[in-house]
């Protein structure tokens, strides 16, 4: 059993539940629906965790959307006022993105005895719901906490029709269902992401890059979209440098579903341009070992966000014992045990003085990274978020009593 594999590495209890809950609901359908197969978060969780849910005997399935670059335009619009921006949108806009919703449910086969759909991009795809047996969950990835009101307020009609719905941070709720989970998403230690790599291996990985290994590297892991504030992690840098030897290490890659990455990319190589030590690393999709190695030999990770859904790169260097420097928003606080685990930062200059700090106290480095491992260990690996779903999932069949008997 795959899930066996887990076992001395994530927490015991939940292995175990997991276990008991896969016995009861074996064969049951379970149906992931998201917007892009690489690049990004989702993207990340669902390649690991259909296979270890097949496995348990799960009738586990994936489905990606498709879209014209019109539609992505849009949902790229409304991501960002989701996340805050002030961007209006044309009744147009809003018919094509339920025209390309509808084109999707025809094609797709959405049947399941639970169905998560993913962010925005599919969140339509409720009006084509044909089954109401079936419990449609809406599962929200990004930063809720300040939207855009009427682009939320639009939204919402689609929102009150899911019979649930799953964030990752309690002040993204809305309070406007019954059922409004909390569930923030987890890494997995045995993915080429996470698992442990030989100092070989580390070496013939990152041959291709060039870097100087023997200088302390400062490393920020993201797409290139302007709320990870890539611009503002060379600021800091910079900051930095007059004081502290070090190099600056930005790897990305494109999303097939953000049509900004490309002018946000411009602007970084623009900013760095006349610096030799500042690498910005355009990794192809699937670079999973060299995202692996660079987490490993990064001296400080940052995650420099100014809006953030989860930020899976935080628990991805914490697990490798790195300190992590990173925006106070969204999902990142669950993360950093503020001067724990890492620092939480609110503009340039305060990442700059932590960066500072941890280059000048290697002791620190040493004792946050452990704390770090340990706190993704007991709260952010893929069996906790499993763990999860599954008691959604079985407290939706059975109720509350049978679940806190399993
Ligand atoms: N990632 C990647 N290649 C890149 C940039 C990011 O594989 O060039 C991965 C990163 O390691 C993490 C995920 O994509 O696993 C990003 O998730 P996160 O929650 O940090 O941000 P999102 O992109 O979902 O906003």
């Not at 797709?108 to 399941?112: H, I, M, S």
């Not at 941070?169 to 309070?175: D, K, M």
């Not at 097939?256 to 900004?260: A, F, G, H, L, R």
């Not at 006349?274 to 030590?277: A, G, I, L, N, V």
């Given at each position: 059993m795959l899930i066996n594999k887990y076992l001395g590495i994530a927490p015991k209890a939940d292995i175990v539940l997991i276990k008991r809950l896969c016995e009861r609901l074996k064969g049951g359908r379970f149906l992931h629906v998201n917007s892009t197969r690489a690049g990004g978060g989702v993207a990340e969780i669902l390649h690991r965790m259909i296979p270890l849910l097949q496995d348990l005997g799960i009738d586990a399935r994936w489905e990606v959307i498709e879209g014209d670059k019109r539609f992505f335009d849009i949902t790229k619009k409304i991501h960002n006022a989701l996340q805050g921006f002030d961007i209006h949108l044309t009744e147009q806009m809003w018919n094509y993105y339920l025209e390309v919703n509808r084109q999707n449910a025809s094609r797709?086969?959405?049947?399941?005895e639970v169905i998560f759909i993913h962010d925005?991009?599919?969140?339509?795809l409720i009006e084509f719901r044909k089954n109401t047996e079936d419990f449609w969950v809406w599962r929200c990835h990004i930063d809720l906490s300040n939207p855009k009101k009427e682009v939320c307020d639009y939204l919402m009609k689609f929102y009150k029709k899911y019979d649930a719905a799953v964030f990752?941070?309690?002040?993204?709720?809305?309070?406007?269902?019954s059922l409004e989970f909390i569930i923030p998403p987890s890494i997995d230690p045995l993915s080429d992401k996470n698992i442990e790599l030989s100092e070989e291996e580390i070496e013939k990985l990152l041959n291709p890059f060039d870097l100087p290994l023997d200088r302390p590297i400062i490393l920020q892991v993201s797409r290139f979209d302007r709320f990870k504030d890539p611009t503002g992690v060379i600021k800091a840098y910079r900051m930095v440098k007059r004081y502290n030897d070090c190099v600056l290490v930005l790897a990305g890659s494109p999303a097939?579903?953000?049509?900004?990455s490309e002018e946000v990319l411009k602007e970084v190589q623009e900013q760095a341009a006349?610096?030799?030590?500042i690498y910005i690393l355009m990794l192809p999709p699937y670079s999973d070992r060299v995202i692996n190695a660079l987490q490993r030999v990064a001296t400080v990770v940052l995650q420099?966000?100014?809006?953030?859904?989860?930020?899976?790169t935080v628990s991805e260097a914490m697990w490798k014992g790195k300190p992590v420097i990173g925006g106070a928003v969204g999902g990142i606080p669950l993360q950093i045990i503020h001067r724990v685990t890492g620092f939480l930062v609110h503009t340039i200059e305060g990442a700059a003085f932590r960066i500072r700090q941890l280059l000048n106290n290697p002791e620190l480095i040493e004792r946050m990274g452990e704390a770090g491992r340990e706190h993704v260990r007991e709260n952010f690996l893929i069996t906790r978020q499993i763990r999860d779903y599954l008691c959604i999932w079985y407290y939706r069949r059975e109720g509350m009593k049978s679940l806190i008997e399993v």
């Open positions: 797709l086969d959405l049947d399941a925005p991009q599919p969140a339509p990752s941070v309690s002040n993204f709720t809305r309070g406007e269902k097939t579903d953000d049509p900004e006349d610096d030799p030590d420099k966000s100014i809006k953030e859904g989860f930020g899976l």
